[in-house]
Structures are given as structure tokens and as C-alpha cells.
């Protein structure tokens, strides 16, 4: 793929997110101009074709075993909406082929890997710390500041980008494979420059339960970087057994070698599936932060913006807010239905004012709730990572409603029930 990417350079800006619409990189925006060129003289892009990218994985892999429970009908409704609601840019339908692609690849060789090596299969999963909320709501923080313990692990963005060979102890914090992945998670910044001050992403930190979903081909992943709304509707509708069957054979491939400590995992997107993670993960704990959720989508709808700029030239603030919003009333309406039919004893709620005050009294609340002993190591290691990583390390995330066309009004028609009942954790404030 002839993408001239010496041509990037790092800009050192912020999204300025007041404005009407999303501002992309110059660098990006020469690379799409060189792409229309190509297209008018008979280059194109990757096809985003499901039969394509199939045939393209089992090359790449040499393998063809999708496995029973493969959704195929996930990957179809995915690559529909990609042709015909991302609007992508031809680095966009470049990044958006490639990015599929990865996943199904990662698909073919874990299945392959599970039948070479029974003891993965033995592995059990046990009493996993689950960290779930609206975006924007302290959990990455708290994903993030837990996985601290010596105690707990989380998966690190390197090993759920590559998994294979399965990790070991002796290698963990100096594989191979970190260093290659953060010089793909580098391309980020330069695709969707100021993403990095909103949610900062490294191959050493912490990664979310999406990204191993999305080898499922039944991911909200995919709904953050591209415009995708009739996939993500069509999700909601989805039963999720299989998307969670396979999140547990991820992790124990991801165990197999590295077994001994408690999981602490995380996403928003577990609100919508609260019941099928419960039936996966029987013993699960499970916080739920919150936070006023017109703040909430207002945060979260500048990440979407800022993120999706690096792969579509027409990005509108206001649909995204208006979406967005939408579709976390849905997922937060959902989980409180699923909450009340569940044993309330596995739940803890944080509030989001608490999380910013003081993240570590909230790590001991949690802790104390669920019997976790907090040694005096972790909280060592806490206070350390709290030192190393600000909250405004990569510089200050600025939004706003207005700019994203949201309002008091929307919240309360949206929201209503959520905010009433849990009024206690809602900083109207914030």
C-alpha cells in the first residue's frame, strides 16, 4: 500500500473542539489529496469486502478455522456500515481494511494456538474485577491504578494486539513486542492529533475489554474510531453469549503462562451486557463509576470526534452528540434493568467527583467492599503510577455541551431515570 507515511510529521497540537467542526492534520489531509489523485489515475484503496478480508486473513495466517461460534454476521454488518456510513477517507478505508484485518488474523492464530495447547482450556478465571460506567467517568483511571497490585492484571495493549507467542513472566515487561507496538499505537497521535490528551494509549498501559471483543467481530471498538451507527444498533440487539464465551478465552490464553493473579478489567461498553458477563464470569465483582452524563457525553463526544477526524473528512460534533448520547441512554438504561434482576452484593458505585479527589481512597472502598486485600506494596505502586501520570500529563482536554449540540434538556429526556437513581453519585457541577 503505497501510503507515502515518511511524510507524517508528529503535530503538537490540541483539537480545538469549540469549533464547528473536527480540524485534521495537515499531513493527513496531503496523504487523502494524494490518495484522490491515485484513485483518478486507477489505484484504489482495499476493498472493504467480507469474502476479501476472510480469504486475506487465512493467507496472511495460513489457517481457516473461524471457529463455531465465529459471528460472520457481525463482520458483514461491520463492514456494511464501514461502506456505507463511515464516510471514510482513503486513509481511513486504508486504516479501517488493515485494522479488520489485524483482528480476524489474531482470531485465526488464538483458535489455532488453543488446539495445539490444551492446558489453555484448563484455565480458570477466577473472581475478576470488572470496571464499568458511562465513558468519561474515572474508569480508565481506576483500571488503570488498580492494575498497580502485584496482586492484579490487566491486559497491556501489547499483549492484546499481539498474543501470540502467549506471554511469559520472564519477558513481560521487556517482549519484543512492546516496542513494535507502541510505535503503531505512535501513529495514533499523528492521525488524530490532541487524542492522546483526551485518552492517553501506550503498549504498556492497560487495554479494554473492546479491543478483545473485537476479534468477535462483536465489538463497540469499532464504533469509536469509525461512524458506524447501524452496527452499533444492530450490537444492542445482539445476544452477546459468544462475544463473552470468546473475552474468556482470550484471557486465558493470556494466562496460560502468566497465571496467578486477579483480573481487573474494564470498559463501558459491559453496561449493555451486565446479565451475559454475570453468566460468563459468575463470580465477577463489579464497580460502576458515574458521573453527570451531560458532562459525560460531552467528554466522550470530543474523543469520538477527535478520534474518527483521523479517518474521515466529514466529521459532524453535533450528529456525534446527538448519536452518542442516544445510544449511552440505551446502554446505561440496560444496565440498570440487568442490575435490578442481579445480586446487588457484586456491585459497587463510585462517583466520578470521587475518583478526581482522591483515586486512591476510592481503590481502598473498592478493595474493602470486596474482601481485596490492599498491601502495602500496591499502594506503593499506586502512589508512584498516581506521580509518574497526572491527569493532565499530555496536555488539558477542553470541551463543552454546546459544541456538540447537547443540552440540559436532552439529558433530562435521556437520562432522566439514570440521574434519579443515582442522584447520590451525580456531581451536577462537573
Not at 180 to 185: M, N, S
Amino acid at each position: 500500500i503505497p501510503v507515502p507515511w515518511a511524510l507524517l510529521k508528529k503535530q503538537g497540537r490540541l483539537l480545538n473542539l469549540q469549533q464547528s467542526s473536527a480540524r485534521q492534520a495537515r499531513t493527513i489531509r496531503l496523504i487523502n489529496r494524494i490518495g484522490n489523485a491515485l484513485a483518478r489515475v486507477g489505484y484504489a484503496p482495499p476493498e472493504l469486502d467480507v469474502a476479501r478480508l476472510m480469504r486475506h486473513a487465512e493467507r496472511r495466517t495460513g489457517l481457516q478455522d473461524w471457529g463455531n461460534d465465529f459471528c460472520e454476521t457481525g463482520l458483514r454488518e461491520l463492514v456494511a456500515a464501514l461502506n456505507a456510513q463511515a464516510q471514510l477517507s482513503q486513509v481511513g478505508r486504508i486504516a479501517a481494511y488493515l485494522n479488520v484485518l489485524d483482528h480476524l488474523c489474531v482470531r485465526l492464530r488464538l483458535l489455532h494456538y488453543r488446539e495445539q495447547h490444551p492446558k489453555v482450556r484448563s484455565q480458570q478465571i477466577t473472581q475478576p474485577l470488572f470496571i464499568v460506567g458511562l465513558p468519561r467517568t474515572g474508569t480508565t483511571i481506576l483500571h488503570e491504578l488498580i492494575a498497580q497490585d502485584p496482586a492484579m492484571r490487566s491486559p497491556a495493549s501489547w499483549e492484546v494486539a499481539r498474543p501470540l507467542p502467549a506471554p511469559v513472566p520472564e519477558h513481560y515487561t521487556d517482549d519484543a513486542r512492546i516496542a513494535a507496538t507502541q510505535r503503531l499505537l505512535n501513529i495514533l497521535e499523528w492521525l488524530a492529533p490532541g487524542f492522546q490528551a483526551i485518552h492517553a494509549v501506550g503498549a504498556r498501559l492497560p487495554q479494554e475489554c473492546v479491543y478483545l471483543l473485537a476479534s468477535a467481530c462483536m465489538s463497540e471498538q469499532f464504533g469509536y474510531m469509525y461512524n458506524v451507527p447501524a452496527y452499533r444498533d444492530w450490537l444492542l440487539t445482539q445476544d452477546m453469549t459468544p462475544a463473552y464465551q470468546w473475552h474468556a478465552q482470550f484471557l486465558q490464553h493470556l494466562q496460560v503462562d502468566c497465571n496467578g493473579r486477579q483480573w481487573v478489567l474494564k470498559t463501558p461498553a459491559h453496561l449493555a451486557n451486565l446479565g451475559v458477563l454475570l453468566a460468563q464470569y459468575p463470580d465477577a465483582a463489579i464497580v460502576w463509576t458515574h458521573r453527570r452524563p451531560l458532562a459525560a457525553m460531552a467528554s466522550f463526544s470530543s474523543l469520538a470526534t477527535t478520534l474518527r477526524a483521523g479517518f474521515s473528512d466529514h466529521v459532524d460534533p453535533h450528529a456525534i452528540g446527538q448519536y452518542e448520547s442516544q445510544h449511552f441512554a440505551s446502554v446505561v438504561n440496560r444496565g440498570m434493568r440487568d442490575r435490578a434482576k442481579l445480586d446487588t452484593g457484586q456491585f459497587f458505585d463510585v462517583s466520578f467527583e470521587a475518583v478526581c479527589r482522591d483515586p486512591l481512597a476510592v481503590v481502598e472502598a473498592v478493595y474493602r467492599y470486596f474482601n481485596i486485600e490492599l498491601g502495602s506494596e500496591a499502594r506503593r505502586c499506586m502512589r508512584e503510577y498516581l506521580t509518574r501520570r497526572p491527569r493532565n500529563l499530555y496536555g488539558e482536554h477542553r470541551y463543552s455541551p454546546e459544541a456538540f449540540g447537547l443540552s440540559v434538556g436532552l439529558e433530562s429526556r435521556l437520562f432522566g431515570d439514570y440521574r434519579e437513581r443515582f442522584a447520590g453519585c451525580l456531581d451536577f457541577d462537573r
